[in-house]
């Protein structure tokens, strides 16, 4: 089972924030290096960078759906598939 985020330490918080930074980064998406033991530190949380690296990352798979699937019938796909591997995680979780 996977470790909560609630159980992480501040260097894990940290480290799983970079890679939703760089799968953002992967898209397309290039944010600044402000993490608190970055050069640029903004101030902010790891745990705040976190919530909000991943909102943009599930917005970024929606309008990439969105916009590249344009068909009913792949968004329907789309969304089932999203469901069932949401469904998959969630029972992984508990």
């Known amino acids: 089972m996977e470790r909560r985020g609630a159980d992480w330490s501040d260097q894990e918080w940290l480290d799983e924030t ?20 970055e ?28 916009r590249d699937l344009p068909e009913p019938d792949a968004r ?3 969304t089932v598939v999203y469901d069932s591997h949401l469904q998959r995680m969630r029972t992984r979780l508990r």
């Open 76 to 78: 329907i796909t789309a």
């Open 18 to 37: 970079r890679r939703i930074r760089q799968a953002l980064a992967a898209l397309g998406d290039h944010l600044p290096s402000c993490l608190p033991d």
């Open 39 to 66: 050069p640029g530190a903004c101030g902010q949380s790891a745990r705040s960078h976190y919530a909000s690296y991943c909102a943009q990352l599930k917005a970024r798979a929606q309008v990439r759906i969105e």
